[in-house]
């Protein structure tokens, strides 16, 4: 089974500093990745995914992952972040065999953005 | 399309009350899911279904918690008696298999026991 870590609680950064926010997943298939952002009082939405191709995926606000196959990692990054950037973000998983592609979804990153 | 639609959106209880949460899917989505997220445990998968069907209700913390799927635009999650501990968001998901089960979330209920 898969299961994902996403290893800060919470990244501090100041407005227009770049931030990277680090997701590692554990599987013994291939997997499909997701990267979902929070905003207060709302529910998760996607912000961008790997499914297969290039490993470098891009959402429409400037936001970037890398699939990183060997060191089984696919961290978020921006060069310069936003005020309205403050937000949950959860870093998902789901393995292609089987076929059914359920996510397990790690316990979250907080992005807290300062003037 | 108007989304994944919950309601309510905020619902205030007292302790041994049933509460009735209630989820309406994106027309066409073939499996929908139910999570309860909480500071101290994070966001938990509760229980899916697909094609209506429950597949997965290892999630469902126990026997006060059920849900139904009686079609394919309806589903319910049912706290019967609820307790103080069962404060927390629950979210509604839908999703498209063909779509690798891509996540539409609905915008949460938010439950308070006394």
């Known amino acids: 089974a898969q299961s994902v870590t996403q290893l800060d609680s919470q990244v501090p950064v100041f407005e227009e500093a770049p931030v990277e926010l680090r997701c590692n997943y554990s599987?013994?298939?291939?997997?499909?990745l997701f990267w979902y952002v929070q905003y207060p009082n709302q529910g998760l939405q996607l912000l961008l995914k790997?499914?297969?191709?290039?490993?470098l995926v891009e959402s429409i606000n400037g936001f970037e992952a890398e699939f990183n196959k060997s060191q089984t990692s696919f961290h978020l990054r921006k060069p310069s972040v936003h005020i309205s950037d403050t937000a949950e973000y959860f870093c998902?998983?789901?393995?292609?065999?089987?076929?059914?592609?359920?996510?397990?979804f790690g316990r979250g990153t907080s992005l807290i953005v300062h003037p | 399309d108007a989304g994944v639609i919950q309601s309510p959106r905020h619902e205030v209880t007292e302790m041994g009350q049933e509460v009735t949460l209630r989820c309406k899917p994106i027309?066409?989505?073939?499996?929908l899911f139910w999570y309860r997220q909480t500071m101290m445990r994070g966001l938990e998968l509760l229980i899916y279904?697909?094609?209506?069907?429950?597949?997965?209700d290892s999630g469902m913390p126990e026997d006060r918690f059920s849900a139904k799927m009686p079609n394919a635009s309806f589903s319910t999650l049912k706290i019967q008696p609820s307790e103080p501990r069962d404060s927390a968001v629950y979210f509604c998901?839908?999703?498209?298999?063909?779509?690798?089960?891509?996540?539409?979330f609905g915008p949460g209920t938010r439950l308070t026991v006394l």
């Open positions: 998901a839908s999703s498209l298999r063909s779509s690798y089960n891509e996540q539409f």
């Open positions: 599987s013994s298939v291939s997997v499909y």
């Open positions: 790997y499914l297969s191709g290039s490993t």
């Open positions: 998902a998983v789901s393995e292609t065999a089987g076929g059914s592609y359920i996510p397990t």
């Open positions: 027309s066409g989505h073939d499996y």
């Open positions: 279904f697909n094609n209506n069907v429950p597949i997965d």
